[in-house]
């Protein structure tokens, strides 16, 4: 086991779980043409992720515990590359479902314990890693959309995500095995559902446009691209990546921009680019401008969530731990229903017509960016 620091090792981390994720998106057009359905009925396949993930959220934190991260989160990780690359051999929606149900009860078991260990290792070592630790989930998720375009030009995605497996079981043993955890550092339990106060939905409006689109962004860029420029496999699965790059490069500054400027005003500078990048999206006559787009919807949807976590801490009303657990859960709800719920309308009027969906709800967001504050 290498000696790397706490907050190396939640990189190391994050960076790893986003690349055992992320490699399915740049071939979900192929796994659709591969079982010859239509974008609806991919989407109903895509759906036993989020209710897999939803199931763990309830109950996985004390097993969790009970486990350990040291011993659970360098297993976890290629236990999730390996239910992606069963998954992918499904021949029918049906059975994607019911392959992607555990595949997102161990998505949320890591979601879990890396969020958590992050949380703790800010603690430990007396600074703030959160956004940070995020920017190498988006490293991670960038590296997988170029891995996954390269691969798209030689494999199946079969052999593709079967390839993943000891890439990603390499990483997580040399950075994560035998790892020392940070200590807990809560002092109350949030509720298994916590049920948002007025000024907590306020926040919760403001993130529904940024994890809508995060989630859409990452199911369907690659079926974008196919049918709306009949692209290559290979710019498939760059347009997973350019979401990724101006994202991922957000995050890493994050922090110092919100100490500098309020959070309310740079959600709304975030917001903007969101919706300039939604239009382009929706409207571009060329390829290569549509990938500026994604590039630009990955910059809006960086630090609308944190910043939200954070508003909804310091409202005072409620135990900081109740309002984040809102917050978290519907929001978290929006990233993972909302993107397989929109194949219905991509099948319905076009795969250009589910990214609009999310421009009224920009609007919305830009409305009540007030709620997360000013300047402290």
């Known amino acids: 086991m290498l000696n790397l620091a706490p907050q190396t090792r939640v990189y190391a981390g994050f960076a790893a779980y986003s690349f055992a994720m992320g490699n399915i998106f740049p071939r979900l057009a192929d796994v659709q043409e591969g079982m010859d359905v239509t974008t609806a009925q991919l989407g109903m396949g ?15 934190a004390k097993l969790m515990e009970r486990i350990g991260f040291g011993r659970a989160l360098p297993l976890a990780i290629p236990i999730l590359a390996c239910l992606y690359a069963l998954a992918v051999r499904a021949p029918n929606p049906l059975t994607l479902f019911l392959l992607l149900i555990p595949t997102g009860i161990a998505i949320g078991c890591i979601e879990i ?22 920017a190498f989930w988006s490293i991670g998720f960038f590296a997988a959309g170029l891995f996954g375009a390269r691969m798209a030009e030689v494999f199946t995605p079969q052999t593709h995500l079967l390839i993943v497996i000891p890439i990603v079981t390499l990483v997580a043993m040399v950075s994560l095995w035998g790892f020392d955890p940070s200590p807990s550092t809560d002092t109350h339990e949030a509720p298994m559902f916590a049920w948002p106060s007025p000024g907590v939905l306020l926040i919760i409006l403001v ?21 709306a420029f009949q692209a290559t496999e290979f710019w498939q699965g760059i347009a997973v990546s350019a979401f990724a790059v101006l994202q991922g490069g957000m995050r890493f500054f994050a922090d110092g921009v919100v100490e500098r400027f309020s959070p309310a005003s740079l959600a709304r500078v975030l917001l903007v680019s969101l919706l300039v ?3 382009i999206v929706v409207f571009s006559p060329y390829a290569w401008a549509a990938l500026a787009g994604f590039a630009l919807m990955g910059l809006g949807t960086s630090a609308i969530f944190p910043l939200a976590v954070s508003a909804a801490a310091r409202r005072g009303d409620r135990p900081a731990s109740v309002n984040i657990a809102a917050v978290a859960q519907f929001a978290f709800v929006m990233f993972l229903i909302g993107p397989p719920m929109l194949g219905h309308v991509a099948h319905g009027w076009g795969i250009r017509a589910a990214f609009a969906i999310g421009l009224p709800f ?14 402290r």
């Not at 989020?50 to 763990?56: D, K």
């Not at 800010?122 to 995020?134: K, Q, T, V």
């Not at 689109?213 to 079926?223: P, Q, R, T």
């Open 46 to 60: 895509l759906i036993g992720a989020p209710i897999g993930t939803l199931i763990s959220l309830g109950f996985s």
């Open 113 to 134: 314990m890396l969020n958590a260990e992050a949380d703790r290792t800010e603690a430990r070592i007396g600074r703030r890693i959160m956004n940070r630790s995020h």
């Open 207 to 227: 993130t529904v446009p940024a994890m809508l689109l995060e989630g859409a962004s990452m199911d369907w860029s690659a079926i974008y691209m196919r049918d």
């Open 277 to 279: 990048g939604c239009l």
């Open 362 to 375: 920009i609007v919305i967001s830009l409305l009540t960016a007030g709620a997360l504050g000013r300047k």
